[in-house]
Structures are given as structure tokens and as C-alpha cells.
Nanobody, 123 residues
Framework: QVLLVESGGGLVQAGDSLRLSCAAS????????VAWFRQAPGLERDLVAG????????YYADSVKGRFTISRDNAKNTIYLQMNSLKPEDTAVYYC????????????????WGQGTQVTVSS
């Protein structure tokens, strides 16, 4: 099991930027694909971005393409989500999740989750 801890959320204005971090406990973290999901009240948990174990394959939801960038530093066991040009509709709790090797779209495919970090974007 991989323990994941998110940080970096907060309250910002539309157009601002935030960088979320996801720190992992597992020394073999480099073997895991990691994804960022988000969940707004009353809505499902949706995949925002993902990165495979090697860092050479990424996925972005259409709603965040060109604004968000996912990256990983395996030496630090940390995944980052750089969020630029934030919009009020980006408001949600953001979760990182890990699974072996490849990115998957469904949250049901991920066994390991962080506790979440709140991102609130005011208009």
C-alpha cells in the first residue's frame, strides 16, 4: 500500500495559479502511475490528469488541457499538478491516487488515495 499526502490547495481568485503536491511513502513509487482526481459537492470523482510510471505518458481531461500540467520527481517520491488560469469551475477537492504502471480513467482502478486538498476559485 502506498500512503499519499496532498498539499498545496487553497483559496484563490480566477486567473490565479496553484501547485498541488502529492508525496508518496513507497520507495518503489517510480513503478506507479499517479493520477489527480477532483470531486465537487454532489458530483462524481473525475479524472483530471495522470502520469505513467516513467513520466513519458500523460493524460489530461479536456477541461484542463493547456492550463494544468502534471509532473513527477521520482527521486522525491512526489507528483505535482501545476494549475494555471484557474476558473471557478475548478473548485473541488483534489485527490491523488496511485496504481501499478499505467493510468486508468476510473477511480475504481486505484487502490491508494490521499486525503484530498480543497481548491476554491472565486470569481
Amino acid at each position: 500500500q502506498v500512503l499519499l499526502v496532498e498539499s498545496g490547495g487553497g483559496l484563490v481568485q480566477a486567473g490565479d495559479s496553484l501547485r498541488l503536491s502529492c508525496a508518496a511513502s513507497e520507495r518503489t513509487f517510480s513503478n506507479y502511475a499517479v493520477a489527480w482526481f477532483r470531486q465537487a459537492p454532489g458530483l462524481e470523482r473525475d479524472l483530471v490528469a495522470g502520469i505513467n510510471w516513467g513520466g513519458d505518458s500523460t493524460y489530461y481531461a479536456d477541461s484542463v488541457k493547456g492550463r494544468f500540467t502534471i509532473s513527477r520527481d521520482n527521486a522525491k517520491n512526489t507528483i505535482y499538478l501545476q494549475m494555471n488560469s484557474l476558473k471557478p469551475e475548478d473548485t473541488a477537492v483534489y485527490y491523488c491516487a496511485a496504481r501499478s504502471w499505467a493510468i486508468a480513467a476510473s477511480p475504481n482502478e486505484y487502490a491508494d488515495w490521499g486525503q484530498g486538498t480543497q481548491v476554491t476559485v472565486s470569481s
